[in-house]
C-alpha cells in the first residue's frame, strides 16, 4: 500500500509553546488529508480535513486557531498545536488519499504529551 | 444515534483458530464504504479490508475477509488461522459519498481489542 509518513512519532514540549507535527504521502499525491485525535483506548476522532491548496475543515468542536492545519502541496500537511496545554496531550494521527483511493493511509501517529 | 458500532470491548482467541469481530452501521446514504484497520501498539493503523456497499461479493484479502449483511447492516471481519502477531485493537470504518466523491468523512468504530492465546 502506498506510505505516509509522520513526524515527529512522539513530542514532549513545556505547556504555552507550540507544537508542529508533518504528514508526508511518500509515494503519492493526497488530494486529501486527514488529521484525527485519539484518546488513550478510545476510538480515533476526526478533527479536520484539508484538501490541497484550501483551507481546512473543521469537525463541531475543533478550535481552529488552536489546531492549525496547513495542506500547502499534494505531499504535505501540518498540524501546529498552538499555545499548547497538557489537555491537549494525546495521540494525533494523520491518514491521506486520492480521490480514485478507496482507503485512506495513515501515518504512524504523533504522541504528544505537554507539561 | 452512533455511526459505527464495535459491541465487543475485547476477545480472545487461540492461535489457529478464527475469530469473528463485529461491526453494524447506520447510514441513509446510498453509496458508502467499509474498512477494517488494525492497531498495533506502537499506534500505528494498518487497513486491512474494504467493502464497497455495491459490491455483491464480500471482500477477502488473505486471511481476513468481510462478512457484508446489507439488509442487516453488519460488516463483520473474520480473522482464520490466528496468529500471535493479530493481537491489537481492530477498527471498523464507515466512510459515506461516493468513492471518487470530494470531502468524504469517515467515522470509527471505538474497536474491539483483540488477544491471540498460544
Known amino acids: 500500500g502506498a506510505v505516509v509518513s509522520q513526524h515527529p512519532s512522539w513530542v514532549i514540549c513545556k505547556s504555552g509553546t507550540s507544537v508542529k507535527i508533518e504528514c508526508r504521502s511518500l509515494?503519492?499525491?493526497?488530494?486529501?488529508m486527514f488529521w484525527y485525535r485519539q484518546f488513550p483506548k478510545q476510538s480515533l476522532m476526526l478533527m479536520a480535513t484539508?484538501?490541497?491548496?484550501?483551507?481546512?475543515?473543521?469537525e463541531q468542536g475543533v478550535e481552529k486557531d488552536k489546531f492549525l492545519i496547513n495542506h500547502a502541496s499534494l505531499t504535505l500537511s501540518t498540524l501546529t498545536v498552538t499555545s499548547a496545554h497538557p489537555e491537549d496531550s494525546s495521540f494525533y494521527i494523520c491518514?491521506?488519499?486520492?480521490?480514485?483511493?478507496?482507503?485512506?493511509?495513515f501515518g504512524q501517529g504523533t504522541r504528544l504529551t505537554v507539561v | 444515534a452512533q455511526k459505527i458500532t464495535q459491541t465487543q470491548p475485547g476477545m480472545f482467541v487461540q492461535e489457529k483458530e478464527a475469530v469473528t469481530l463485529d461491526c453494524t452501521y447506520d447510514?441513509?446514504?446510498?453509496?458508502?464504504?467499509l474498512f477494517w484497520y488494525k492497531q498495533p501498539s506502537s499506534g500505528e493503523m494498518i487497513f486491512l479490508i474494504y467493502?464497497?456497499?455495491?459490491?455483491?461479493q464480500n471482500a477477502t484479502e488473505g486471511r481476513y475477509s468481510l462478512n457484508f449483511q446489507k439488509a442487516r447492516k453488519s460488516a463483520n471481519l473474520v480473522i482464520s488461522a490466528s496468529q500471535l502477531g493479530d493481537s491489537a485493537m481492530y477498527f471498523c470504518?464507515?466512510?459515506?459519498?461516493?468513492?471518487?466523491?470530494?470531502?468524504?468523512?469517515?467515522?470509527f468504530g471505538t474497536g474491539t481489542k483483540l488477544q491471540v492465546i498460544p
Open positions: 447510514t441513509s446514504d446510498q453509496s458508502y464504504g
Open positions: 509515494d503519492f499525491q493526497a488530494t486529501t
Open positions: 491518514s491521506a488519499r486520492t480521490r480514485m483511493n478507496t482507503e485512506a493511509f
Open positions: 470504518a464507515m466512510r459515506e459519498g461516493p468513492r471518487s466523491g470530494g470531502y468524504q468523512k469517515v467515522t
Open positions: 484539508s484538501n490541497e491548496g484550501s483551507k481546512a475543515t473543521y
Open positions: 467493502q464497497g456497499s455495491y459490491d455483491e
